[in-house]
């Protein structure tokens, strides 16, 4: 089971403990000022024709002890030694590459700044241009690096490395991201660095989230989100907030891909988190239309997988933006009812409908009857309880902003009654505790949404939404409340059937009789 990596990391260690190595180290303290040139040239050549792996880490090592125990004589070469140094990081062998990448951090002590600043951008150049996650890596050492080793020179050249640093540590290689990550956390102190960097980190966003490497564009999609969260959306990004919204905008142009909902859910994120940017502060008055438009044709996309994730969005944009599209309701309803009937999961399940393990549950399908595979089914709900959340988070209760309050969308209310009561009506799954639970958290998460603060505070339920909410309720009592539930269950139940008492007491319907009559049997 040995890897070859593991193998360079044992020849790495005898290398460092080699007789030879400590011979070569004490004519080291032999140089003087008038034999390092020569020795710098010999060096170079050494090092560019050496082929094994020990010779190669012997390089390295060199360098290292030089910028260490002779810093005074190997000052004036620092920028040579950099050089030399760099040359090494796209080396086959990621064991050699790295050592020279560690070096380069030493080298820094005694490089000039320029130098310093231009090795920044290589390092940018190697993350950014290449599709191999071992230079993504050696990219991550060399900068880490630097951070670590180069002392206070650090200090001056930050924004050469640290923008690359907070982009790279949303890499999806815990491998690469570990080194940019503990680069940031150690050089910053939150949100202040990045607002002191904004305009170095949005301009990689600008140069690369357009990449021929979906994976890069994720990692900078990824980068958008937190960005948005950290810095109050783009009421933190000044001047440069149109141009990210752009950017954005045109990214989600074009055919869906593998990790595109993050480039979606970043446009999402920043644009909840700028309400008043949009409104107010924002050059382009047209930007909510086009937000909107955008996020809806992602939603509309035919990629069922990017589908599912695209939905989710205009959800969340929905629950903070129902004002200024209506028509989005409709749609959202539309598109999220292919995900929570049972035509989905037959649509998604042609191929496999034999598969049976243990005591398997009965699947009836067009009046035939199949074996269910218990971890197909819980896959199956765990997806399902995810879309009903979905629906349970869109769902909005706003005030006119005047008089009237607990205002709400009937025809979002109705669906996520209809989710709810979907849950229990189906042939596709055999519902667990968890679905169980997830009807009284949506019945007390919906019921929290409402105003009732002053006690004076009415809502008008029309009938047909009175009707859809009695048959939760009788669903409830037939479903949760059993001597035979889990205790967590019953709990969820009493707790959803407190709240229930309390937004009926506070319900006018078309006719107060339905509601009286409503509130009796609650009762």
């Keep these: 089971n040995l890897k070859a990596e593991d193998i360079d990391e044992r020849r790495l260690q005898s290398v460092g403990s080699s007789p030879l190595l400590e011979a070569i180290e004490r004519l080291l303290g032999l140089l003087d000022e008038n034999l390092m040139e020569g020795f ?17 880490v012997t390089g390295s090592k060199i360098i290292v002890t030089l910028v260490v125990k002779h810093i005074f004589i190997s000052k004036p070469y620092g920028d ?16 050699i590459a790295a050592s020279y990448a560690a070096a380069c951090g030493y080298c820094c002590r005694i490089a000039s700044i320029s130098k310093i600043s231009s090795f ?12 191999d996650v071992k230079i993504r890596k050696i990219s991550g050492i060399a900068s880490e690096s630097v951070c670590k080793n180069s002392g206070d020179v650090f200090n001056s050249v930050e924004s050469a490395f640290l ?6 540590k949303h890499d999806f290689d815990s491998n690469v991201s570990k080194y940019f990550d503990k680069e940031w956390s150690d050089s ?29 564009r994720q990692v900078c999609a990824k980068s ?33 891909w593998k990790g595109k909902e993050e480039i979606l ?22 930007l909510i239309d086009k937000i909107s438009n955008t996020i809806l044709v992602e939603a509309k996309r035919n990629n069922i997988e990017y589908k599912k994730h695209s939905v989710k969005s205009l959800g969340k944009f929905i629950n903070s933006f129902h004002h200024e599209n209506e028509n989005l309701v409709n749609e959202y309803i539309e598109i999220m009812k292919t995900f929570v009937t049972d035509e989905y999961f037959e649509d998604s399940d042609q191929d496999s409908d034999l598969e049976m393990v243990n005591n398997a549950d009965v699947e009836v399908k067009n009046n035939k009857k199949f074996k269910v595979d218990n971890r197909k089914n819980q896959v199956r709900e765990e997806e399902r309880i995810e879309f009903i959340r979905n629906v349970l988070s869109t769902f909005y209760v706003f005030d006119d902003g005047e008089i009237i309050k607990n205002l709400y969308s009937n025809e979002l209310f109705k669906f996520l009654m209809d989710c709810i009561i979907g849950v229990f009506n189906t042939h596709y799954i055999k519902n667990s505790w968890k679905s169980k639970i997830l009807i009284g958290d949506c019945v007390i998460e919906v019921i929290n949404k409402f ?24 669903l409830m009592r037939g479903e949760c409340h059993d001597q035979d539930a889990l205790q967590n269950v019953l709990i969820s139940y009493i707790r959803a059937m407190k709240k229930l008492k309390e937004f009926v007491r506070f319900s006018v319907a078309a006719s107060g009789e339905d509601v009286v009559e409503f509130q009796r049997r609650v009762d």
């Excluded at 040579?80 to 064991?95: G, H, P, V």
């Excluded at 920044?120 to 290449?130: N, P, W």
């Excluded at 905008?249 to 869906?256: F, I, Q, T, V, W």
């Excluded at 909410?469 to 009788?474: S, T």
Aim: charge should be neutral; charged fraction near 25%; hydrophobic fraction near 40%.
């Design 224 to 256: 958008i989100v937190e960005v948005s969260n950290k810095i109050n959306g783009a009421q933190g990004l000044g001047p440069i907030a149109d141009s990210l919204f752009e950017i954005l905008l045109e990214s989600c142009k074009g055919r869906s």
């Design 188 to 216: 910053t102190g939150g949100s202040g660095a990045i607002k002191l960097y904004i305009q170095e980190i949005i301009g990689l966003i600008s140069d690369h989230i357009k990449s021929q490497d979906f994976q890069v």
């Design 120 to 131: 920044g951008k290589k390092l940018v150049k190697l993350y950014f241009e290449s599709d």
């Design 265 to 286: 859910e970043s446009l999402v994120s920043l644009s909840v988190n700028s309400k008043v940017f949009i409104f107010k502060n924002s050059k382009d008055p047209e």
């Design 40 to 56: 710098i040239q010999s060096l170079k050549s050494a090092i560019k024709a050496s082929v094994g792996l020990p010779s190669k």
């Design 80 to 95: 040579q030694l950099l050089k030399i140094a760099s040359s090494q990081l796209k080396d086959r062998n990621e064991t």
């Design 451 to 474: 105003n009732f603060a002053d006690g004076d505070s009415k809502v008008v339920v029309q009938l047909d939404c009175l009707e859809k909410l009695e048959q939760v309720y009788e």
């Design 163 to 168: 923008p690359l640093a907070f982009i790279a």
